[in-house]
């Protein structure tokens, strides 16, 4: 009878500690999703103002994912192409997480096939996904950096690397300079080095009065450059 105590004791504990377990995989996971559901609400609404700002016919691609990539893309396109350099994240940025998530559905895949050819679909899939995943963050914050030098007031440089050592801020950081002056729509200038190698405040430009002039992106409108 003691034996069978000890066993039966045994096994509660067990069930308890798989219990407690779930329980915080499950609060992991619900606060997870929460904070994924409000940071696509705040990206979505930063994409969508400051697209539909610089004039873009579709500023509503914020809320639709893989399109909502793109969006972000041409937002650091037209800031470029406004300042003279020709640049294609918005494709690129639909196109990898397009493989993406291609990569992933692959895996899956090969799982629920039970892993007969598991072996070629790791080997396949899994430094694929690892590369197209890295190559898709490189370049979300190489088009970060372009955003915040066109819209943001001072430590720019630091700003960006808050962002990179606690991604979680960047939607929240986009939505805060939302309604800001565009430095290559003409609303403001930069106002010098802020000391990380980013530039400074803003000055008022003088420039376009109530509101953005219709910009747009590259097969939208005919592109500007800033007003002299």
């Given at each position: 009878m003691?034996v069978?105590?000890?066993r039966?004791?045994s096994?509660?504990?067990?069930?308890?500690?798989?219990g407690?377990?779930?329980?915080?995989?499950?609060?992991?996971?619900?606060?997870?999703m929460v904070?994924?559901?409000?940071?696509?609400?705040?990206?979505?609404?930063?994409?969508?103002k400051?697209?539909?700002?610089?004039?873009y016919?579709?500023?509503?691609?914020?809320?639709?994912?893989?399109?909502?990539n793109y969006?972000?893309?041409?937002?650091a396109?037209?800031?470029?192409?406004k300042?003279g350099?020709?640049t294609?994240?918005?494709?690129i940025?639909l196109?990898?997480?397009?493989?993406?998530?291609g990569?992933?559905?692959f895996?899956?895949g090969d799982?629920r096939?039970?892993?007969?050819?598991g072996?070629?679909?790791?080997?396949i899939g899994?430094?694929?996904?690892?590369?197209?995943g890295?190559?898709t963050?490189?370049l979300y914050y190489?088009?970060?950096?372009v955003?915040?030098r066109?819209y943001?007031?001072?430590q720019i440089?630091?700003?960006?690397?808050?962002s990179i050592?606690?991604p979680?801020?960047?939607?929240?950081?986009?939505?805060?300079?939302?309604n800001k002056?565009?430095?290559?729509?003409?609303e403001?200038a930069?106002?010098?080095?802020?000391?990380f190698?980013?530039?400074g405040?803003?000055?008022?430009y003088?420039?376009?009065q109530?509101?953005?002039?219709?910009?747009?992106?590259?097969?939208?409108?005919?592109?500007?450059?800033?007003k002299e």
């Amino acid at each position: 009878m003691h034996v069978y105590g000890y066993r039966y004791y045994s096994s509660s504990g067990a069930a308890a500690l798989l219990g407690f377990l779930a329980a915080v995989v499950s609060l992991i996971f619900l606060v997870l999703m929460v904070y994924w559901i409000i940071s696509y609400i705040f990206s979505s609404i930063a994409y969508y103002k400051i697209s539909k700002r610089r004039g873009y016919q579709r500023p509503w691609l914020a809320w639709i994912p893989f399109a909502r990539n793109y969006l972000y893309g041409a937002i650091a396109d037209d800031i470029n192409i406004k300042r003279g350099k020709k640049t294609y994240f918005g494709w690129i940025l639909l196109v990898l997480n397009l493989c993406s998530t291609g990569a992933l559905a692959f895996l899956l895949g090969d799982l629920r096939a039970g892993g007969h050819i598991g072996m070629g679909g790791y080997i396949i899939g899994s430094p694929w996904s690892s590369l197209i995943g890295l190559a898709t963050t490189v370049l979300y914050y190489i088009a970060l950096s372009v955003i915040y030098r066109d819209y943001m007031r001072g430590q720019i440089t630091l700003m960006l690397v808050l962002s990179i050592v606690f991604p979680f801020i960047s939607p929240f950081v986009l939505f805060s300079i939302r309604n800001k002056p565009s430095v290559s729509c003409g609303e403001a200038a930069y106002g010098g080095f802020d000391g990380f190698g980013g530039y400074g405040g803003y000055q008022n430009y003088g420039g376009y009065q109530g509101g953005y002039r219709p910009g747009g992106y590259p097969g939208d409108h005919e592109t500007r450059g800033p007003k002299e």
